[in-house]
C-alpha cells in the first residue's frame, strides 16, 4: 500500500463499532499483552540505537542508522534522516515535489526536538526543500521556537539556505487536474498526505525527533497542521520516551497527541499501550465521525521498546533495530 494513501477514506459498511476489550490493551485487565506486541517469552532482546519513523522510508531509517552507527548525535539522525525524504521529488507530502495548496503554492511545515527539551519548528515555508533542517536553525540559532511564511523563508536563506521552486512538473498536473472538480472544503478521501514524523534513541539512551511534511494536499492557504506543532505532531522527553503523529492534522492537535502519548508512558504504560489509548480518545469523542479521517502514532521509550497504532488499516511504520531496516504493519482500531 502506498504509504501517501494513508488519508484515503476507509468507510464504515456495517452497523458501528462497539469499544471491546480490542479497543486498547491497557484498559483489558483479561489481556495479558497490548494489541500488536509479541508474547512475552518471543520477544527479541531491545538493543540501541534504533530510529522509527512513519511509512515505509527505509533509506531515510538507513541514513539515520548510518549517523548512529559512526557515532553521531541522535539529532543529527532523525535531521539527516528526514532530509532524504525532503529532497525526494517523487514523494509528493514532503519537501521539494510536495503538493501545493489550494492556489497553487507548495508550503512546508517542520519541527525538531533534541533531547534536552529544545525545539524549533517552521510553519508555511516556500521554496526551501529542507524545512527540518531550517526548523533545526531556529532552535539553535534563535531565542524563539517558531518562524512562520516570509519571515521563516527570510531566516533560511540568511542561513545559506538556498530558494528553489519546490512545485514539480507532476505536482503541478495533479493541482490542475484537481482544481476541474474541486470543491472549497477539505475532501479528506481524495487528499494524498503524509508526513515523515522520525524517532531515534542512540546507544547511550539518548532520544531526538523531527518531523516534515507539505501538509494536506489543496488545503487553504495559511493551513497549518500538527507536524510542526510540539506536543502535537512531536513531542521529546529525554527521561521517559518520545511520540509522533501522522494523518489529519486537525485531530491531532485536538488531543495533543503526541505529549499525551509520552505522559502515559510517564505513568508506566508501554509505547504500544499509549499508543492505542491516544487513538482512542480520538474515537471515542461524542461525534464519532473518525470513519472520515486516519491518524496514527508512532513511540519509543528509553528502554528501545516501540509502539504504533493507527485508526484504520494499512498504516505502516520503518524500524531499524539490531541490524534490521524492516516495513512493519501497525495494528489499528477499525477492525470492521
Request: hydrophobic share 35%; proline share 3%; aromatic share 6%.
Amino acid at each position: 500500500m502506498n504509504r501517501r494513501k494513508f488519508i484515503k477514506n476507509t468507510a464504515l459498511t456495517g452497523a458501528g463499532i462497539t469499544l471491546g476489550n480490542s479497543l486498547m490493551g491497557c484498559t483489558d485487565k483479561t489481556s495479558k499483552e497490548p494489541e500488536g506486541t509479541l508474547p512475552s517469552k518471543d520477544k527479541p532482546k531491545t538493543t540501541l540505537p534504533l530510529v522509527i519513523a512513519t511509512w515505509h522510508v527505509k533509506e531515510a531509517t538507513a541514513k539515520a542508522m548510518e549517523v548512529l552507527q559512526a557515532g553521531g548525535n541522535v539529532l543529527d539522525a532523525v535531521e539527516q534522516g528526514c532530509n532524504i525524504e525532503e529532497a525526494d521529488e517523487k514523494g509528493q507530502s514532503v519537501g521539494k515535489g510536495g503538493l501545493p495548496d489550494r492556489d497553487g503554492n507548495v508550503t512546508l511545515d517542520a519541527c525538531i526536538m533534541d533531547k534536552h527539551g529544545n525545539c524549533g519548528s517552521v510553519v508555511y515555508l516556500q521554496n526551501i526543500t529542507h524545512a527540518v533542517s531550517v526548523a533545526r536553525k531556529v532552535m539553535e540559532d534563535t531565542p524563539h521556537v517558531m518562524l512562520a511564511g516570509k519571515g521563516a523563508k527570510k531566516f533560511a536563506v540568511s542561513k545559506g539556505f538556498e530558494p528553489e521552486d519546490l512545485l514539480t512538473d507532476a505536482s503541478k498536473k495533479a493541482w490542475e487536474e484537481w482544481k476541474i472538480g474541486a470543491k472549497y472544503k477539505p475532501i479528506i478521501n481524495i487528499e494524498n498526505h503524509d508526513t515523515i514524523a522520525m524517532l531515534a534513541i542512540d546507544k547511550n539512551g539518548d532520544l531526538s525527533g523531527a518531523c516534515t511534511t507539505s501538509g494536506l494536499a489543496y488545503k487553504i492557504g495559511g493551513r497549518v497542521g500538527d507536524s510542526p506543532i510540539i506536543g502535537a505532531g512531536l513531542f521529546v522527553d529525554n527521561e521517559i520516551g518520545a511520540a509522533a503523529a501522522t494523518g489529519l492534522g486537525e485531530e491531532v492537535v485536538k488531543s495533543v497527541g503526541s505529549f499525551l502519548i509520552v505522559e502515559l508512558m510517564r505513568q508506566g504504560k508501554s509505547p504500544q499501550e499509549a499508543c492505542e489509548e491516544a487513538i482512542g480518545r480520538i474515537v471515542d469523542k461524542p461525534k464519532k465521525n473518525y470513519e472520515d479521517f486516519q491518524v496514527g502514532y508512532i513511540a519509543v521509550n528509553k528502554k528501545g521498546e516501540t509502539g504504533s497504532y493507527s485508526i484504520h488499516q494499512r498504516f505502516s511504520v520503518t524500524k531499524f533495530q539490531n541490524g534490521i531496516n524492516e516495513q512493519i504493519q501497525s495494528g489499528f482500531y477499525n477492525k470492521s
